[in-house]
Every structure is written in C-alpha cells, then in structure tokens.
C-alpha cells in the first residue's frame, strides 16, 4: 500500500477565485461531509449553552445582540473557518472529492454582511429551551448547497441576566470538543465586550486586519502531529516529563496502525446488503438525563474495583459498558455465541498533536481518532441477567481493554486521512442500526464554565450546556459527560425510526443500569 499524499490536504490559493483558500477534506471531515450529502445532514452538529451574566452587568436585548455579533466576528478573526464552506467536484460512480473552501474578507462591510447572515436572535423563544430551537429549525441539512454558510449563531435572550447559545454547524470542518473550544473563545470575547465594549471593540480593531486572516486557518491535523519530545529534568534531577513517543505519519508504525485498524473494520462490522439512499427524509430529537451530584458520585466510585489503580474503572468505561448491555437485554444471545457489539471508537486526538495545538483552545477543529471497538456478547453470560451491578463491571473491562488497544496505536490520528479513503472505497454502507457512543468527558475541559470581564471579575457563568447532531440512521446516538459535578446522559435518534416511548425507555434502562452500580 502506497502512502496517502499529505499535500492534497493543505491549504492553498484558488487560482480561478482571487481571494479564495482551499483545501481537500481528509478523513472524519470527508466522512462527515459524505454522511451529510447521502444521509439528509447525518451528523450536523449543535452545541447549545445556557448562561447568567453577573448582577453587576445590565444588557437590553438590542445590546446583547449587537454584543454578540461583535464576539463572533472577533471570533472569525482567531478562527476563521466558521466563515468556511464546503465544494465538491463530482465523480461518476464514487464519492465525490470534497474540499473546505474560504473567501478572504474584502472588508470590515463584507464581515459585517457575514456576521447578519450567520447571527439570529430568537426572543419568541424565552420560554421555551435551546432544544425546541434546535428541534425547529435544525432540521434541514447544512450546508444546503456547495458554497453555502455552514456555521450560524442563535442568541435566546430568557431573562435580563440569562440567555442561551445555540451553535450549528456541519460537522465536516468541527468535531463536539472543536465546538466546545469556539464557544469558549466567543464567551470569553462576549465577557470583555459586554463589560466595555468601547475599549474592547478598539483593542480589537488593531489587531483584525481583514484579507489577512488566513494565516489562522486551522491546519488537518495531519499536518501538526506531534513529534517525540525528550525527557524534561529540573535542576535537582527530578523526571518533570518522561520522553514522549512521536505520532508516526509514515514507516512501519503508521502502516501496521493502519492495517490493523481496517481489519477491525472488515471482521467486527457486520455484512449488509448495499445501502439504498432513497431514505426517508429524518427528524432529529434529543432526550436526556441529569443524575445528581450524589449519585453521580456513586457511579464514579462504584470504578474503584479490587485491586488498586491498575483495576480503576473509569465513569466513561461504566458508562460504554452500559451502554453495550442495552440491545443484550432486548436480545439475548446464545451462551456459545461469537457475536461482537461493534463501535466506531472515537477518541480525542489533540493530545497527539504538536504543542501549540494540545492546549485547552488549541485545536477547535475536527480531531477524532477512530478505530473499532469490538466488545464481545458473550460477557453476558458471566453473570445472571439480575446481576446488573456485574455485568456492568465486566462489560466495563472489556471496553476499558479496547480503550487501550486504541490509544496503544502510535499513528491513531496519522492515518485517519488514509483510513478514510480506504472507508469510502468500499461499498456504501446500509443505515446503521446498533448504538453510536460518545464519551465527552469533562465539559470543562474543553468550554470553560466562567468567563471573566476587563477588571477580572466574573461577567459569564455557564450554567449547562448539551453537544447534539442530528440522526437519519435508526441506531441512536448515546453520549455521556460531567458538568459541574454531575454525570449527564443524552441520546440523539430519528424520531421516524424509533418511537418516542421506546427511545425513552432505552433512556431509563440506560439510567436504571447505572444506579445499580450506586446500590
């Protein structure tokens, strides 16, 4: 097998449109693009926050806004590629090539123009939640057509000191943590405008030099994979950091990472018949549980298994091993079965990357490392189908043993741009029925819960947040992450292919599995 040319996928000047930057698509990102084209916006993503301004910030609706839309144009400038668009040249009997594309600003005009368009508020929604908005006007898939927006804001002021964001966006150019990042970044922005908006629109003002703001486009992270960095010692001779393994994008390494990672693929995803595109347009809902921060404690203590740290089960390791047992429970399988509950394993990269792009906001691209995840059925076995609490620990360890099979892959992020054309050679596959699982982890790791003003008192509190995408496959999307010490599940599905009372039942079994763990 020949090495993927990297140089297709980095930036350069469209010789036929002055003014225009491209680049292909590679990997997650032309896997998400091509699910959006076939699949009515399969996988365009939201990220909905609620916050509180502090007492002492006073802000009428129209100031909000206009606030708002300064944020998001300071966050064009750090951030360029949420002014981005998608194009495609069209091939006969295979996926097209997809490429991102970007058009300098002309002017601070142009930019104001841009920032109408993408920026809308919604003040008949006070009453209502961010995940009505997002029901109402998410459905459609973006971007609509080649060139067309791809990114928009959604301002819901609820009250005089509380407001939500909505984000939307095609998931081709941001994965759930890149959106987490921008948001962060534009909070962060809104705090200072918000405060003195005068001071900050000027400070801003010398340093946005519009036509200029390629230079911040965000490179595939194929391009800014991290190299092997030394063991770092103090003066008294104390380890500060071990040596550090590069990400390999070539040699042996990249190649047996690869190969193993398509095998995975070939023998744990089943046999379908070809996928027959002339789906049923979707609709996208999301239903969701809190736990409470007792009971979110239990869970994550319930990890703390005989025989010390080298045994410790994670919440995200529970929580995926509950997750397996949901289609088990409705379909037992026979004691001797060699069936496999299938994932596609998809795990944070930006630890992989060069230094500049491992910090918090370093990255707020697309950065997923995906493999198979392969958990045997026949753990289910081990234990009567009463044991929940058991049966959960020993799904757990079998998640826990592909968890690390995955990060134990020396090129997991380098070969994502190779392993998705190999993905997109093979025929078309059919909707995908099994459970989908994201394991984000941490909200704050990624969105920062306050925000502080010019003189550093805390202006922007986060009070919650969700990260949805949208669904036309049956199998649902099922994801966990923690806020503000509590545990949160949500499940994204089409309401056309699974009823509500069965989505939410799926929903309780998943809770109910969990407490068993606290008892």
Not at 265 to 271: Q, R
Not at 505 to 510: C, F, S, T
Request: charged letters at 25%.
């Amino acid at each position: 097998m020949e090495l993927v040319d990297f140089e297709r996928f980095v930036w350069r000047n469209d010789e036929k449109v002055p003014g225009r930057l491209y680049r292909e698509a590679g990997g997650g990102e032309v896997i998400e693009d091509i699910w959006k084209l076939m699949k009515h916006g399969e996988q365009n993503l939201f990220l909905g926050v609620y916050a509180s301004l502090a007492p002492s910030v006073s802000l009428s609706q129209a100031e909000l806004l206009a606030h708002t839309k300064s944020a998001w144009k300071s966050l064009r400038w750090e951030v360029p590629t949420i002014a981005s668009s998608t194009a495609h040249i069209w091939h006969e009997g295979r996926a097209p090539t997809t490429f991102i594309t970007y058009d300098l600003a002309k002017n601070a005009e142009d930019v104001n123009s841009w920032v109408d368009e993408t920026v809308k508020i919604f003040p008949e929604y006070a009453g209502k939640t961010l995940d009505e908005l997002r029901y109402d006007i998410g459905q459609e898939p973006i971007p609509a057509n080649d060139l067309d927006r791809q990114t928009f804001l959604y301002l819901v002021p609820f009250s005089a000191h509380k407001f939500g964001l909505l984000m939307h966006t095609a998931h081709t150019t941001f994965d759930g943590a890149g959106v987490k990042i921008l948001m962060t970044k534009l909070l962060g922005h809104l705090a200072q405008y918000a405060t003195d908006a005068a001071a900050y629109k000027a400070e801003q003002a010398g340093v946005m030099r519009w036509g200029e703001e390629g230079a911040n486009l965000l490179p595939i992270i194929t391009e800014v994979l991290k190299k092997r960095e030394g063991r770092v010692i103090d003066d008294q001779g104390n380890v500060i950091r071990e040596e550090t393994a590069e990400e390999y994008r070539e040699g042996k390494e990249y190649f047996e990472t690869l190969g193993d990672i398509m095998n995975g693929f070939g023998t744990g995803y089943p046999s379908f018949l070809p996928f027959d595109p002339a789906t049923s347009k979707p609709k996208t809902r999301r239903v969701e549980h809190k736990f409470t921060a007792e009971e979110s404690t239990k869970i994550q203590e319930a990890g703390r298994i005989k025989g010390g740290l080298t045994e410790r089960l994670t919440v995200n390791h529970l929580v995926h091993a509950a997750c397996c047992l949901l289609p088990i429970y409705d379909n037992p399988p026979a004691p001797d079965s060699d069936g496999l509950i299938f994932f596609f394993g998809l795990m944070d990269g930006r630890q992989r990357l060069d230094a500049p792009y491992r910090t918090s906001t370093g990255y707020p691209g697309y950065c997923l490392g995906v493999s198979a995840l392969q958990i045997p059925v026949s753990t289910f076995h081990r234990h009567p189908p009463s044991d929940k609490k058991a049966l959960i620990i020993d799904f757990a360890k079998e998640v826990k043993r592909e968890y690390a099979k995955q990060a134990a892959y020396p090129a997991l992020v380098a070969v994502q741009v190779q392993e998705g054309e190999l993905m997109l050679q093979a025929p078309p596959a059919p909707p995908f029925i099994g459970p989908q699982y994201g394991g984000d982890g941490k909200g704050a790791v990624y969105l920062r819960p306050e925000y502080e003003g010019k003189e550093g008192e805390t202006v922007i509190d986060v009070d919650d947040f969700f990260v949805g995408l949208n669904k036309c496959d049956p199998g649902p999307f099922f994801r966990c992450t923690e806020w503000k010490g509590r545990i949160m599940l949500s499940v994204d599905y089409n309401e056309f292919a699974v009823e509500e009372k069965v989505m939410k039942g799926w929903l309780q079994q998943w809770v109910d599995l969990l407490l068993a763990l606290t008892v």
